[in-house]
């Protein structure tokens, strides 16, 4: 809203009274979710800062009545318990990055709505909410997870927290995760694997360089390798992913006289979710096999996640909000449900290019859209 | 000395007073080298603070009288001016590396004197001065140098100033360094040349590789080139140099999930005195010429030295100090001869791989038979 607006109007939950200084209104659910999406941005919750927003939202649910509410840490959990013969995830994190002096949020003419969080991801959860509260009996059971610390390290991450403690929290056959995607769906994720890859020689002074061994040139074969790899294409559930193999850190060299000893190629494989972890490990181990790499060392690996689009749930999903699914190149939280045997598709308001920066916004049309399909599916 | 040595006896120099405190007794040039070494030692002289042993050079060869002296700076060039058909150039450099609580210098039981500068090279200097006191009519006409600054950054170096300011006091038809060489004749010196090898790409998120272009993966071929590369070993006034091309760095990336647009490779080329530094750049541009290299960036260069073996000097100068001459792979100072049409060779006592060292020594046996040997070149 325009720095100009009053304060949101207090809640019509009688308990609670007007906000005081530095308190924030309780969440309004009966506003529509761009409203709501306002209401969400201009009640700030930076990675780290999230109980007061966990605490509002934990108290908007529990006074829904129609929901069982769990909550864990600043991360809240709410099911509703039908019954149903499919049971589905509606999840979203509720931090931000550091707010960059763009907060409260602003509405343009055009029905832009600007600040911290719009599109990265308040509106998403503003659609959670908003279907939480207009949908007490939806054709398949519902669990809506609001989680926190998505935007800083994945050891702090909430839904990751939950998953380990509570994995049956989020016992699902399908979960959308309401990130920014255009309203696009974007089908399960692909893994990322980072590898360094050293070589070992032996230091001589440069003017005697055959007394030593270069680290470096026997390198040579690694980036050869590299530069001749042709990444896959698979199509998994309709969707066409694309792998890729790159160095994306090279470093070696002692001073400017001397032959060096190590040379290190970190490698960075992205590859697609019809690899399993240790299939994506053997096939780098195997792409290098033959070229004298000395030292093989994991950096770092996060597993891809299926699409699931196959699912009788993802593809009423697909029906309902249309457009054509797409595949999802980077990795995201839907992973986190991939790993517990849960199909998951990305699928929200906003530009993800405009996820963390300075002029983040969404368009409120967008915003109202996912809901009304996200309704659409779980109503008709 | 050992510390507990008495302060050396007052120089005979009858105009010059004894030390005081702080102060040092004139250079005596009367005793042998070894002891005269031993002297200079107790003469501190880190580079940059070689003014006070420049002043007790100078005096020591202006008393001599036979000599025609020279000062620039902390430079002293003294000659012969007898008109023999050949002129030889004797130099070092009266600057030492700091001082690692190695001095005074102090003399074992073996013969050994130990100390900073012992080796690299006061020595050296000490034999020259002993030349300079002992052989007034040489059979050659000689020009002594005594230069500041050798052991830090070559802008400092006297030896470049005196032959940027007086190239004609360095004039003559062979040199010799006393730089340590185990009194072994070392002719010559190979070129250093260093090049940056840059590829350029594009960067992208490493999520969607196809976007972008890897600049690391470019310098497949660089590496590939480097790693077939065979480096000459030709033989030049009867030594076998040994050229090497090597990679002496390596960089290339931006963080762990982005394609990397720029990929240096520093790349060190040291030639044998047949090339030239036009020829030896040339060699270099034309190894890279189809590797893709987008920027070709000269770093550094130091031109390589003929050894001049064939000149009658250096065929005497030979015969007189006995030994097989081997080839000096290192850059060094002869360099400079060599650029202003002077064959120079290194030829001295010590063992270089003491030099720079906190047990930094010399035989005083090599001391005085290096001594020996060229008054034996320039009085037979």
Chains 1, 2 share one sequence.
Request: aromatic share 6%; proline share 7%.
């Amino acid at each position: 809203m325009d720095r100009t607006t009053p304060a949101p109007v207090p809640s019509t939950a009688a308990a609670h009274p007007g906000p005081g200084p530095g308190e924030h209104a309780a969440l309004d659910l009966d506003q529509d979710a761009a409203l709501l999406t306002a209401q969400l941005v201009d009640f700030p919750s930076e990675s780290g800062t999230e109980k007061p927003l966990a605490d509002a939202v934990e108290q908007a649910l529990r006074a829904l009545g129609h929901l069982t509410v769990h909550r864990y840490g600043n991360n809240v959990i709410a099911r509703t318990e039908l019954g149903r013969a499919e049971r589905v995830v509606l999840a979203g994190h509720i931090d931000t990055v550091p707010i960059a002096d763009n907060v409260p949020s602003r509405l343009d003419a055009d029905g832009v709505l600007w600040g911290c969080g719009t599109c990265d991801m308040k509106s998403g959860v503003a659609v959670q909410l908003r279907i939480a509260r207009t949908v007490p009996e939806p054709n398949r059971d519902l669990t809506f997870v609001f989680y926190d610390n998505e935007e800083v390290a994945a050891e702090l991450n909430g839904l990751r927290h939950v998953a380990e403690a509570h994995p049956e929290w989020l016992e699902a056959d399908f979960a959308v995760l309401l990130e920014p995607s255009d309203q696009q769906v974007e089908g399960g994720c692909q893994g990322t694997l980072r590898v360094l890859l050293r070589t070992h020689g032996e230091r001589a002074h440069s003017a005697r360089s055959w007394l030593g061994s270069n680290a470096i040139h026997a390198a040579a074969p690694i980036l050869a390798r590299l530069a001749a790899y042709q990444p896959r294409h698979p199509v998994i559930d309709g969707l066409e992913y694309r792998e890729g193999l790159n160095a994306v850190r090279i470093e070696g060299g002692v001073a400017g006289n001397v032959i060096p000893d190590v040379c290190t190629v970190t490698v960075n494989f992205r590859y697609a979710p019809d690899r399993s972890e240790e299939e994506a490990l053997a096939h780098v181990r195997e792409v290098f096999a033959d070229c004298g790499v000395d030292e093989f060392v994991v950096d770092d690996h996060s597993g891809a996640a299926m699409p699931g689009l196959s699912h009788p749930a993802a593809r009423a999903f697909i029906e309902a909000v249309g457009g054509t699914p797409r595949p999802k190149f980077g990795w995201t939280d839907v992973s986190r449900f991939s790993a517990l045997g849960v199909p998951a598709v990305n699928y929200g308001p906003g530009n993800p290019q405009l996820a963390h920066k300075r002029d983040e916004r969404v368009h409120t049309g967008q915003i109202l859209g996912a809901e009304e399909r996200l309704r659409h599916w779980l109503t008709s």
